[in-house]
T-cell receptor, first 117, second 111 residues
Framework: GAVVSQHPSRVICKSGTSVKIECRSL??????MFWYRQFPKKSLMLMAT?????????EQGVEKDKFLINHASLTLSTLTVTSAHPEDSSFYIC?????????????FGPGTRLTVL | DAKTTQPTSMDCAEGRAANLPCNHS???????VYWYRQIHSQGPQYIIH???NNETNEMASLIITEDRKSSTLILPHATLRDTAVYYC????????????FGTGTRLKVLA
């Protein structure tokens, strides 16, 4: 199956700083990628849909100015957590679909664990 | 909101079949049933999906009831590495359709 990578796998930052997380589709082009966050022992919560060449679509309750999403190419979407606070500490996961596959399967990245001190 | 209901947790003996149920009584005609699993601190992994016919692949089998209101994921010979949270998701096919995750079933395979 297709492979989605994320970088970094874990990051620790100070409160008030910004952190960028990258999501890459390694062997396919993805016009749409999705960003999720997951708190310990909780399910994945969809944050936003990242669209190549256009603005991201955010889920209700997700601050678009705090979680900046850029999908500048067909293989890369970035999530920037601006002015991070301890409550932003979470596991962030992206996913993408290979449009060449008929199964319409979404492939998920390995996740990025963010800790804000 | 997620359209599925799953038991919170289940145990299964190693080597036995694990049968994970999912209720999706409000499923629409164009919605597929997808199953993913998430091993601790990793991204979800695709297992299988189906519309109305039963499906089988190298990982699992998916049994969908005739009225499509529920389904069962079967892991025929569970191993310790199958310990994970299993998510059942219903959605239409199409890349822009969102995945809405429910709480999933925490499967523990016991030695």
């Amino acid at each position: 199956g297709a492979v989605v990578s994320q970088h970094p796998s874990r990051v620790i930052c100070k409160s008030g700083t910004s952190v960028k997380i990258e999501c890459r589709s390694l062997d396919f082009q993805a016009t749409t990628m999705f960003w999720y966050r997951q708190f310990p022992k909780k399910s994945l919560m969809l944050m936003a849909t990242s669209n190549e060449g256009s603005k991201a679509t955010y889920e209700q309750g997700v601050e678009k100015d705090k979680f900046l999403i850029n999908h500048a190419s067909l293989t890369l979407s970035t999530l920037t957590v601006t002015s991070a606070h301890p409550e932003d500490s979470s596991f962030y996961i992206c996913s993408a679909r290979d449009p060449q596959e008929s199964t319409d399967t979404q492939y998920f990245g390995p996740g990025t664990r963010l800790t804000v001190l | 909101d997620a359209k599925t209901t799953q038991p919170t947790s289940m145990d299964c003996a190693e080597g036995r079949a694990a049968n994970l149920p999912c209720n999706h009584s409000t499923i629409s005609g164009n919605e597929y049933v997808y199953w993913y699993r998430q091993i601790h601190s990793q991204g979800p992994q695709y297992i299988i999906h189906g519309l109305k016919n039963n499906e089988t692949n190298e990982m699992a089998s998916l049994i969908i009831t005739e009225d499509r209101k529920s389904s069962t994921l079967i892991l025929p010979h569970a191993t310790l590495r199958d310990t994970a949270v299993y998510y059942c998701i219903v959605r239409p096919r199409g890349g822009t359709y969102k995945y809405i995750f429910g709480t999933g079933t925490r499967l523990k395979v016991l030695a």
